[in-house]
């Protein structure tokens, strides 16, 4: 009885360490796989703008943009050759934008919240393809 | 006569609260408190998780940081300790890997003889100065762990390592005994809770020749802590990990509720290490509030570290204030104490180390005030992050799109208020009791009272003008 219960122990205390750890990053990633095309990580400029600034998607087909707030301070989001924007994402916040492009080429998006004085400048491109 | 605190209540009052089967069963069993302990694991690899994969975003969505600095800080002051003693230590997760490797099983007990180097602590560290310095050293940080996931990943992680790695070279519970920033002041408020692990029938005890409490048996390891539960007489070093309740042959051991600050009167181990514990907690308090729920933003640009200058001034300040500037003046309050009483045969520093313990409850309150401060403008933030524990949008509980509501943030100064008054009659009813202990006569005592009377007095005046202003 004492073996079992033994056994029982350290099964219990792996599954509470190793497995959380696996089973955290295992369903993550098979969500992210199967809901987003692609996650953004909204910055201010100084602390690393967009990441990534460019990435690609399908033409055609329905893009999800999956964009994590990582910051202290609020974002935004537009892409205005496809009329898409993003509610204020606040700071640790997370959002998820959807369109289908219908055209090739470059696209830029913004924030479209006063994040920090150089929030002009942060803005990347879509790439249909 | 019985001594009632308030005149209300018996300090020899107890209730055992393991005269019940079901409690009494529960702590012999040796699947407690170790689920409880496997649970608490699991929760801080989450929050370790979320520290790493947060790295150095926004600290009020993230799990690690509210979990910790929210909800678990304000957990322990508000009921773990004041009410259940070392609960937490019953339940920490930061031993177990060290335990593991020490006993080699996790439930079952292996035997008297321990694996690892086994190596004593050095005697002249026996004593709370590394968990003083170290708990010091890491408010150094308080800027960051409040804000930066990374940097409270960092910490835990630390904590974590080190008492494996002490686990290793010296003997069971070194690190909870002589190491772990949140054991001291832990061991210290202990001596206020309203509970405590002590033996019945001392004659029981007494009579058992073998003291398997201390040296282990096949139900139950010896204690942990490397103390003697057959002679408890306060809780400051009990880590309440129960063993002593599974090694017991004759269920002697007992889990008592009893008035609040009874240990303040065990005259036992009483030194200046635990004084100034006392004084560094009092210390960081104020500076804690001064720089995180203060109005002045000069002070918490030094504590974010926005420039050297600034981080170093805040830093030495901080030391300065915590572990001389506390201690100085209630060194001259004591030395007016001494002077006052006339008791020239009393030592000035049986004076300042007995009288420091009249700081454990006024400490207390302000610790849990200082809590009601952080929890009622930023509980919310809890039910955000349950549900959504590493700002990947996910939403276990429905509860991701729950707003931050500050609650009764309109009252808190008063709050805050009450709760001090509260302890600081706490510390009088104690303070009078501690002089009629230090002084030979009842006269001297009533006279060396008055000095730490006034100490108190302005020390909650100062807290109560923080607070309320």
Not at chain 2, 100 to 117: E, P
Not at chain 2, 128 to 147: D, K
Request: net charge positive; glycine share 8%.
């Amino acid at each position: 009885m004492k073996k079992i219960n033994e056994t029982i122990a350290v099964i219990l205390m792996l599954l509470a360490t190793v497995g959380t750890i696996i089973g955290v990053f295992v369903i993550e990633g098979a969500r992210r796989k199967k809901f987003y095309t692609v996650e953004l990580i909204a910055r201010s400029p100084l602390n690393g703008n967009w990441y990534p600034k460019e990435f690609k998607v399908p033409l055609g087909k329905e893009a999800k943009i999956y964009i994590r707030n990582v910051e202290t301070v609020s974002h935004g989001f537009s892409l205005p050759e496809f009329n898409v924007s993003a509610r204020e994402i606040k700071a640790g916040e997370v959002e998820v934008v959807k369109f289908t492009p219908d055209k090739r080429g470059k696209f830029p998006f913004f924030c479209t919240v006063w994040c920090s004085n150089e929030h002009l400048h942060m803005s990347g491109e879509v790439i249909v393809e | 006569m019985a001594d009632k605190l308030f005149g209300l209540i018996d300090l020899n009052w107890r209730f055992e609260l393991t005269k019940f089967k079901l409690i009494r069963n529960l702590f012999k069993s040796r699947w407690f408190p170790l689920l409880a302990i496997i649970f608490n694991l699991f929760i801080f690899v989450i929050i370790l998780i979320s520290g790493l994969i947060g790295g150095f975003s926004a600290g009020n969505y993230n799990f690690g940081i509210m979990i910790v600095w929210i909800l678990w800080w304000v957990m322990l002051m508000f009921i773990l300790v004041p009410i259940f003693s070392r609960a937490w230590c019953l339940m920490c997760p930061f031993p177990v890997f060290s335990d593991w490797l020490q006993r080699g099983a996790l439930f079952v007990v292996t035997g008297l003889k321990l694996k690892g180097l086994g190596l004593k602590w050095p005697k002249a560290l026996k004593n709370m100065w590394v968990m003083n310095i170290l708990f010091l050293v890491t408010t150094f940080f308080s800027g960051f762990f409040t804000v930066r996931p990374l940097a409270t990943f960092i910490l835990l992680g630390g904590i974590i390592l080190l008492a494996f790695l002490i686990g290793l070279v010296f003997e069971k519970r070194s690190f909870c005994l002589y190491v772990c920033p949140v054991s001291g002041f832990q061991g210290l408020y202990s001596q206020f809770a309203m509970a405590e692990v002590r033996r019945k029938d001392p004659e029981i005890c007494k009579n058992h020749k073998v003291k398997t409490c201390y040296v282990g048996n096949e139900c139950g390891y010896g204690c942990p802590w490397m103390l003697t539960p057959f002679n408890f007489t306060k809780n400051t070093y009990c880590g309440m990990c129960l063993e002593c309740f599974k090694s017991c042959p004759h269920d002697n051991m007992a889990f008592n509720l009893r008035p609040p600050g009874v240990d303040l009167l065990v005259d036992e181990k009483r030194g200046l290490d635990e004084a100034w514990k006392a004084f560094i907690m009092l210390g960081i308090a104020m500076v804690f509030f001064l720089t995180m729920q203060g109005p002045w933003g000069f002070l918490k640009d030094w504590v974010r570290g926005t420039s050297l200058k600034g981080y170093l001034t805040f830093i030495s300040l901080h030391t300065a204030f915590s572990l001389l500037i506390v201690p100085a003046i209630f060194l001259v309050f004591s030395y007016l104490s001494k002077s006052f009483s006339g008791a020239k045969e009393v030592s000035l520093k049986k004076i300042f180390t007995n009288f420091s313990y009249t700081l454990v409850p006024l400490g207390l309150g302000v610790w849990i005030a200082f809590s009601v401060g952080i929890v009622l403008p930023n509980g919310s933030y809890i039910l955000h992050i349950i549900s959504d524990p590493f700002a990947w949008g996910w939403n276990l509980f429905g509860t991701r799109s729950v707003p931050w509501t500050p609650v009764f943030t309109g009252a808190l100064g008063h709050l805050q208020g009450a709760v001090l008054i509260v302890f600081y009659l706490f510390s009088l009813a104690y303070g009078a009791r501690l002089s009629r202990q230090t002084y030979p006569t009842e006269e001297q005592a009533k006279r060396g009272w008055i000095p730490i009377l006034i100490f108190l007095t302005l020390a909650t005046l100062a807290f109560l003008w923080l607070y309320i202003g």
